[in-house]
């Protein structure tokens, strides 16, 4: 009796590490945004996109098709969130997308929020300073829960970016194409403490490609010469093993199930006012 009682706790202890080791990338993916169908289409949702000026969808991207932006002002896509996305930001989240650097612009990138920096103005950002730089983070309240890591990146390669947040801290993880998945070093902490409630700009899109107002000075923006590629969002922070997976080139099958409707599911009046006001 005492064996097979060994047996069994033995067995059991084998699935737990089984499952998780092989947890699901899958679970918790609430948008995602691949372009491959040619447009700024969400897969899971409906929070669908619009390209502006310059900014297009071509080939040559890490799968597929990448917004590929080239540097000129106001080229960018934009994607305004409905409610559900919001309440989901505002607690334990990850964001991960892939980034290929021509030049790097300061403070340009992927990122939500009022302002990309200069006081606790987005929800979160993975932006670039220059063409080795990013720059990471989080708002609580009235805290900017930024971290900087300083030449982590260089032009013309492929590299994956995954933010989570866990409601207590950050975790910025950088993989180039190929390469092993690291923690990048931070003069300001990486991980970050980063306690939720993170705050939400319910007005304010989803900009992928530009940075707004540096130095916290109206209109002065900046725009990323790059492409950007399979930007999603889970209502969960992922593990570390989940986020060396992403890099290594799997891909959600969520992400993979583009609804390619031909409509936007928002509207555009809010998005516009702000950025021609």
Not at 272 to 277: A, W
Request: aromatic residues 10%; charged residues 25%; proline residues 3%.
């Amino acid at each position: 009796m005492k064996l097979f009682i060994s047996i069994l706790a033995i067995t059991a202890l084998a699935i737990g590490v089984t499952i998780s080791v092989s947890a699901d990338i899958n679970d918790g993916v609430i948008a995602a945004w691949t372009f491959d169908d040619g447009k700024v289409t969400d897969a899971v949702g409906k929070a669908h996109g619009k390209l502006f000026k310059g900014a297009k969808i071509a080939g040559k991207g890490k799968f597929g098709k990448a917004l590929d932006v080239d540097g000129s002002k106001d080229t960018r896509a934009d994607v305004e969130f409905n409610d559900a996305l919001e309440k989901a930001i505002e607690g334990p989240h990850t964001v991960s997308y892939w980034l290929y650097v021509r030049k790097g612009a300061n403070h340009s990138g992927v990122w939500k929020g009022l302002k990309v920096g200069w006081g606790a103005h987005f929800t979160f950002r993975m932006v670039t300073t220059s063409d080795t730089g990013l720059t990471w983070g989080t708002t609580s309240g009235g805290t900017e829960n930024w971290f900087a890591t300083d030449g982590v990146i260089e032009p013309e390669k492929w590299f994956h970016l995954c933010q989570t947040a866990d409601g207590e801290e950050a975790i910025g993880y950088l993989t180039v194409d190929g390469g092993k998945t690291e923690i990048p070093a931070s003069g300001q902490g990486n991980p970050k403490v980063a306690p939720e409630p993170y705050n939400l700009f319910p007005d304010r899109p989803l900009e992928l490609g530009a940075g707004r107002q540096i130095g916290g000075n109206q209109g002065n923006d900046t725009f990323l010469d790059g492409m950007i590629d399979d930007v999603i969002i889970w209502d969960r922070a992922l593990s570390e093993a989940e986020v060396e997976e992403l890099a290594s080139g799997e891909r959600p099958n969520k992400a993979l199930s583009v609804k390619a409707e031909g409509k936007l599911a928002t509207t555009w009046g809010k998005v516009k006012s702000y950025h021609h006001r």
